[in-house]
């Protein structure tokens, strides 16, 4: 029983066997009679296989000779499959997969059974409409498992179904061995250069590092991105997805050269690091009339990236990732067709574009150098210098924070801004630091230092036709900070102590006005700051110098020079602003304090005039050495309060200001003070006026004026209280001397103006006294006292009136009082009615002058007289003549007139016989009454008449003697001073 069962077991095993052995030869023989089958099987995973031929060499290896076959409406055909498992098939095996109730896990255990899989080559079309996007949400069938097989695939071409053209990409090669080394190369269907290659070493076993390597070629990605472009099949895929049309990008903007990357993973640490080089680095952009950025790596070269190439390095660590930009230079420059091109793209600026293109044209058109013109070149352009690279950095908390040690930016426009090929305006950047928080983007920081140049050795003209300016050796430089901080909305900008301008050859015209200056130079005296914190300005701004030389300027029919201009304005130590509010109110709500300071050398102020012969001739109306003022700001409550010291050549003036704003207009008082010597101010005047020298004087002067100007609408009032004063002043008037003057002055000046209304007056006077100790214009006089009022006209610059009484004035009407002690009495002009340009009119009254003394101020040998005289001169005063009509003169009581034996008398008598009785008569002449007439015309010729009684020396009857005597009285007077004026001059000779 037991043998018989054994038997039948050997014998059903070995029919097994046999029927098992017949099956498999007649599957290899007949496949399509278990395709039905196996498409059935394969339908879930939307796999169909049309045909297939397969071999089996051994229970490891499969061979497919043939393979077509349908995946999700993709066609694949395969030549030459080989599999390869991992160990040998074995019928447990296969029992074990037949068991799987779980398509994933048996997925899994089919893939991780595989050895290795290659193929010849293999053609995969895909149909477009399956490319298109789908809501279809039915997954696609890919094997996915634990371990990776070894690869081998030869060419296979990834085609587009129906087209007319071939149109696709052909994946040369894939591989990866048991080394885990890969490569792969991509390329289109009909080009020998790649589009993208790859290379690396991926060991699955133990614990080294994972490397690639990668490169992508951006020409032949343009040759298969202009074929879809170019096929009508291919419409559907460019409507579908716009970013595969060659004008997908801005004016079609393309990328040149090629890009390779080298990446390493560490399996161990987990760190990733990453080197990309981009070589023959450009950007185009096509339909914008062939724009292109140029692109230059500037780094030392290295054995990844050439020097000219753009490298990028990118590190990843447990802590954090970086990324390092190295060195490059970034150029763009737009012809004037291309800044027209450019219209198109930019929608947003198509509306200002052709007007800065017109502007940009009338300023190639206005530029020039000095001593030539600009080439005819209208291109612009900037260019980005980034020499030391640019540093990205994240930590543990995805903060990002960027540094950039420099970034040079070099603008272009014309031929201007590059002289012999050498930058002259540049704007860097250095140390610039950025930091984004990843939990609030707004939070962005950034910090940097600026350096703003501008250099023009040669120089720069500007000609507009209606106006020109010129310059050489113009010199900007604007160093300083800026800060951004996004955590508080807050920006600050600051500009360094050491920033300047300067600018040699200045010349500017404006159709007949002309204007130069030698050299300007400008600073600052210390550092400027403004911080900006949610629409509020806080500026910090420090003392600046100025400095302007050799000014010279044309104003027909003026002329301005001036060899030096000097001036510091003052700092303001804090300014807040609200950039949502007017500005005027704010300004007047500020308190700011500060100096201002202004100095001129040699200012000189010149007007043409044509003269009586037919040309033209330069008359001065201003001619200093020196002009200078020092000033002190206060500015608090809508009010400025100033405080000035200014000095005039030799003359200074103090002066204190109080400005208050209205709500339509101002109303402003000053105070202005002044003590100096008369010499200083005769110098000054001698140089301003064309004045008469009429005048000799030494002495001290005093000013004092109060001043009130106010402003209203249209409306404008000033009003000027004045103090003038002359202290000890002494010298000559006509060459007549006098001595211990005073002079002081109660004086207002008032000006009304209202719309196209002049309401001014002149300086009026309310009061004003003169005394003297002496003055002798032929007659000693002492206790000279003058008193009056009346209006005054100053005179204008540069204009000659025959002021020759009072200096500076051009007309003068005084209501005048003057005594005057004289020969032991008075001469009094109790009211005399001064017109200095008309008729003046007055009485000039003689009380008790004794002719005695008269004799002795100027002695004659053969005369000797005494007595006391009055008298009454009535006076007229015009044309700078003054005359006396109807003069009385009369001896106020007895007297003696002796005349002496001299030489002068005897020949007298010898020559005029008939003198004899009466000269007898006079060597002794004792007088009862003396009475006489005084006529004296313009010219100083004056008749005098007298009647004297009298009894003379032993004749006992009364004598009546007329005398009549004409002579030039001025002439006379000026006659009796010159002798003193002789000795004077010969001591002061002496001396």
């Known amino acids: 029983m037991l043998k018989r069962m054994l038997l039948w077991g050997s014998v059903s095993l070995v029919l097994l066997l046999a029927i098992l052995v017949a099956t498999v030869a007649y599957l290899l023989q007949h496949p399509q009679w278990v395709l039905k089958h196996v498409n059935q099987a394969l339908a879930p995973y939307q796999m169909h296989i049309q045909q297939i031929r397969w071999q089996l060499p051994d229970m490891r290896t499969l061979q497919l000779p043939e393979l077509v076959l349908d995946y999700a409406d993709n066609q694949l055909s395969f030549n030459d499959i080989q599999l390869t498992l991992k160990q040998p098939l074995s019928v447990s095996q296969l029992w074990g997969w037949y068991q799987q109730q779980d398509s994933h896990t048996l997925q899994q255990s089919l893939v991780n059974a595989i050895e290795s899989v290659s193929y010849q080559d293999a053609v995969i079309e895909l149909p477009i409409n399956q490319l298109l996007p789908s809501t279809s949400t039915e997954p696609l069938w890919l094997p996915i498992a634990g371990t990776i097989p070894h690869i081998d695939f030869g060419p296979t071409q990834l085609r587009l179904k129906d087209t007319s053209q071939p149109l696709g990409l052909q994946l040369r090669q894939l591989t990866f061995d048991e080394s885990g080394q890969l490569t792969s190369e991509l390329a289109s269907l009909n080009s020998d250069t790649p589009i993208w290659r790859l290379q690396g070493m991926l060991p699955l076993h133990g614990t080294a590092d994972w490397q690639l390597q990668t490169q992508v070629n951006f020409a032949p990605l343009y040759q298969v991105q202009q074929q879809l472009a170019d096929s009508q099949e291919a419409e559907p895929l460019l409507v579908a997805y716009p970013w595969l049309a060659p004008d997908w990008l801005v004016a079609g903007a393309k990328v040149h050269g090629n890009i390779s990357a080298a990446v390493n993973l560490s399996r161990k640490t987990g760190a990733l690091a990453g080197d990309v080089c981009w070589q023959a680095p450009a950007i185009s952009f096509p ?10 790596g500037t780094a030392s070269a290295s054995q990844s990236c050439p020097r000219d190439a753009i490298a990028l390095h990118y590190a990843q660590q447990a802590d954090g990732s970086e990324i390092a930009l190295a060195p490059l230079r970034l150029n763009v420059s737009l012809t004037e067709q291309q800044r027209t091109a450019w219209q198109q793209w930019l929608p947003a600026a198509s509306s200002t574009l052709p007007a800065v293109e017109q502007a940009l044209t009338q300023l190639h058109q206005q530029l020039s150098l000095p001593n030539q013109t600009l080439p005819n070149n209208h291109d612009v352009g900037v260019q980005f210098d980034v020499a030391q690279g640019v540093q990205l950095r994240r930590n543990a908390n995805n903060d990002w924070r960027a540094t950039l040690p420099t970034l040079m930016i070099k603008p272009r426009l014309f031929q201007w801004l590059n002289v ?190 044509k003269s009586r012969f037919g040309g033209n001739s330069d008359e001065s109306l201003l001619n200093l050495s020196r002009v200078s ?89 000033l009003d000027v209280d004045m103090q ?22 109660n004086c207002h000046y008032r000006l009304r103006l209202a719309a196209d209304t002049l309401d001014s007056s002149n300086i009026g006077c309310q009061q004003f006294a003169l005394n003297a100790s002496s003055f002798n214009p032929g007659l000693q006089l002492s206790q000279i006292d003058i008193r009056g009022r009346g209006d005054l006209v100053p005179m204008a610059l540069n204009t000659k009136v025959d002021s020759w009484l009072l200096p500076g004035v051009k007309d003068a009407k005084l209501q005048l009082r003057a005594s005057a002690a004289a020969l032991n009495g008075m001469i009094i002009i109790p009211d005399f009615n001064l017109d200095l340009q008309g008729k003046s009119r007055g009485v000039l009254l003689v009380q008790g002058m004794d002719i005695e003394q008269l004799l002795a101020q100027h002695p004659q040998e053969s005369i000797s007289a005494t007595g006391i005289f009055d008298g009454v001169l009535p006076m007229t005063m015009e044309n700078r003549q003054v005359s006396i009509s109807g003069g009385h003169l009369a001896a106020r009581n007895e007297g003696v007139i002796e005349i002496h034996n001299t030489p002068a008398i005897a020949q007298m008598r010898q020559s005029q016989p008939y003198l004899d009785y009466v000269l007898d008569f006079m060597q002794h002449l004792q007088y009862q009454e003396i009475l006489g007439k005084l006529d004296m015309n313009g010219l100083g010729d004056t008749n005098i008449e007298l009647k004297i009684k009298g009894h003379g020396q032993g004749i006992d009857r009364p004598v009546h003697l007329n005398y009549s005597h004409e002579e030039n009285l001025l002439q006379l007077l000026q006659s009796l001073t010159i002798g003193e004026r002789l000795q004077s001059g010969l001591e002061a000779s002496m001396q």
Request: proline residues 4%; negative net charge; hydrophobic residues 45%.
């Open 724 to 745: 003038p004063q002359l202290i000890g002043a002494a010298g000559q008037y006509l060459q007549l001397p006098f001595a211990d003057l005073n002079l002081s002055a």
């Open 629 to 717: 003022l020092a000033q002190q700001l206060d500015w608090h409550n809508s009010q400025l309060h100033s405080q000035e010291t200014w000095q005039i050549d030799n003359v200074t003036l103090h002066s204190k200001h109080q400005l208050a704003l209205q709500p339509h207009g101002y109303q402003m008082q000053a105070n202005w003070q002044m003590q100096t010597a008369l010499t200083a101010l005769q110098q000054i005047a001698a140089k301003n006026f064309q004045l008469e020298d009429n005048w000799q004087i030494t002495g001290q002067s005093q000013f004092d004026a109060q001043v009130a100007l106010s402003q209203q609408g249209r409306q404008l009032a």
């Open 420 to 609: 012999n090929d050498v930058a002259v305006l540049t704007l860097a950047f250095e140390q610039t630091q950025a930091t984004l928080p990843a939990a609030d983007l707004q939070q962005l920081s950034l910090r940097s230092a600026y350096q703003f140049n501008l250099a023009l050795p040669q120089g720069l003209k500007l000609d507009s036709g209606s106006w020109s300016a010129s310059g050489s050796a113009l010199a900007l430089q604007l160093p300083g900070e800026l800060s951004w901080h996004g955590s508080n909305n807050q920006a600050e900008l600051s500009l360094a102590a050491d920033a300047a301008l300067s600018v040699d050859k200045l010349m500017a015209q404006f159709g007949a006005q002309h204007f130069s200056m030698a050299h300007l130079h400008t600073a600052q005296q210390g550092e400027a700051k403004a911080r900006w914190h949610n629409g509020v300005w806080q500026f910090n701004l420090p003392a600046t110098s100025h400095r302007w030389q050799q000014i010279q300027a044309e104003l027909p029919p003026q002329k301005l020079s001036l060899q030096q201009l000097d001036a510091s304005l003052a700092a303001i130590s804090s300014l807040t602003l609200d950039s949502q509010q007017a500005l005027l109110p704010q300004l007047t709500q500020q308190a700011l304090k500060g100096e201002l300071t202004l100095a001129l050398e040699l200012p000189h102020i010149s007007t043409t005039k």
């Open 287 to 296: 339909q914008a009339a062939d724009t292109a950025i140029q692109l230059q």
